[in-house]
């Protein structure tokens, strides 16, 4: 099946720094990869969607020069949290859609394993 | 705005019984509906799915119902087992690739 990794899986950081989280497609290419965050006890809240290639597509309320997102090749999308506060502090996980697969529209999104950041 | 929504954060059920977890939604332009598996610390896996033109999708133990007109689904897990204790994730698709997601269910399934 296709494979999606983070890395890393857990990163804890001082108030001001900036963090990189890493997004692959492992056995497929992703035309389209997604970024969310989960706070605890909530759901997944999409935060951008990103085209290989392309500037990322943020949602509202999303501050794009905070978020930074990198999509430089159909396997690897990154997420730079900037400056980062306590208040970043969540669960991100990225999501790809493999690159033509349309008799399984029903799995469109496969999810990696998510990446814990706490920010002291 | 939230447009799909789980209204019970949890659910206890025992082994060998029915799980029922409910998901309503407000957006009538949602394509196909559908349901994820998640452990802590760890991405959602992919369940079960149903296009909107379907009332019914089964797979083994799991099976998915879709009222249209009371824009609501339901996951009905039987029976439920142990090693289906995990918290669970509606989501709908919006064309083209967006998926909105619920707050998540809980399912403890005790021996």
């Known amino acids: 099946g296709a494979v999606v990794s983070q890395h890393p899986s857990w990163v804890i950081c001082k108030s001001g720094t900036s963090v990189k989280i890493e997004c692959r497609s492992l056995?497929?290419?992703?035309?389209?990869m997604f970024w969310y965050r989960q706070f605890p006890k909530q759901s997944l809240m999409l935060m951008a969607t990103?085209?290989?290639?392309?500037?990322?597509?943020?949602e509202q309320g999303v501050e794009k020069d905070k978020f930074l997102i990198n999509h430089a090749s159909l396997t690897l999308s990154t997420l730079t949290v900037t400056s980062a506060h306590p208040e970043d502090s969540s669960f991100y996980i990225c999501?790809?859609?493999?690159?033509?697969?349309?008799?399984?529209?029903?799995?469109?999104?496969?999810f990696g394993p998510g990446t814990r950041l706490l920010v002291l | 705005d939230q447009q799909v929504k789980q209204n019970s954060p949890s659910l206890s059920v025992q082994e060998g019984r029915i799980s029922i977890l409910n998901c309503d939604y407000t957006?009538?332009?949602?394509?196909?509906f559908l349901w994820y598996k998640k452990y802590p610390a760890e991405g959602p896996t992919f369940l079960i799915s149903?296009?909107?033109?379907?009332d019914k999708n089964e797979d083994g133990r799991f099976t998915v119902f879709l009222n249209k007109s009371a824009k609501h689904l339901s996951l009905h897990i039987v029976p439920s087992q142990p090693g289906d204790s995990a918290v669970y994730f509606c989501?709908?698709?919006?064309?083209?690739?967006?998926?909105?997601f619920g707050t998540g269910t809980r399912l403890q399934v005790f021996p």
């Open positions: 989501a709908a698709h919006l064309y083209p690739d967006k998926l909105i």
């Open positions: 999501s790809a859609t493999l690159a033509a697969y349309p008799t399984r529209f029903q799995e469109t999104q496969y």
């Open positions: 056995d497929f290419q992703a035309t389209t």
């Open positions: 149903i296009s909107s033109i379907k």
């Open positions: 990103s085209n290989e290639g392309s500037k990322a597509t943020y």
């Open positions: 957006n009538s332009m949602f394509d196909y």
